[in-house]
């Protein structure tokens, strides 16, 4: 439908979930009867889970996709230095920087985009070189040419991003190997 100042309502109804919260470890005794002491030194081990929320925006000034993540433990956003905790030391402050997010004006880690296209670049060239080696020994007329899809570069975007920040996990559900 349309509302009042003309717009078209293309989620009529919608309303937001809620921020997914880690849920606590269940611990299941499958014997009522067991005295077993339960090691304090187990439980200091356990580290609790933080999720990132990931942002995909377009960078004007580098025509470029530039990322945002903004993390959260046990459903509260983390600090600046806990999220850089999460940060390869060697990208801190160099190609890593805490920025306030252009629309939410939340602070998250914020990926620099002066290289992406070099580093895109430098991946798909590798995944040619990666064919070419494998195809050694073919004759020319058999080889199978590079052709990278499109619908992959999201993908292949999303396993650089990994590198910079090593500990977030991303379900991809896309095995590819850079």
Not at 100 to 114: G, K, Q, R, T, V
Request: hydrophobic share 35%; with cysteine; net charge negative.
């Amino acid at each position: 439908g349309i509302n009042a100042e003309d717009w078209v309502a293309t989620h009529p109804g919608y309303k937001p979930k809620p921020k997914v919260q880690a849920v606590e470890k269940k611990e299941i005794n499958w014997d009522d009867d067991d005295d077993e002491v339960v090691n304090e030194d187990d439980k200091a081990q356990t580290r609790p889970c933080r999720l990132y929320d990931v942002y995909v925006v377009w960078d004007k000034y580098y025509q470029t996709p530039r990322v945002f993540l903004q993390g959260y433990e046990n459903g509260k956003a983390l600090s600046k230095e806990e999220m850089m905790m999460d940060v390869y030391a060697a990208n801190r402050e160099k190609t890593v920087s805490i920025d306030p997010h252009p629309y939410l004006d939340a602070p998250c880690i914020s990926i620099h985009p002066c290289r992406h296209a070099e580093t895109m670049r430098a991946i798909l060239e590798h995944q040619r070189e990666r064919l070419e080696n494998a195809q050694d020994g073919i004759p020319d007329n058999q080889k199978v040419p590079f052709i990278f899809p499109t619908y992959m570069a999201l993908f292949a975007f999303l396993k650089f991003i990994s590198s910079v920040v090593p500990t977030i996990q991303y379900d991809l559900a896309v095995d590819m190997e850079l």
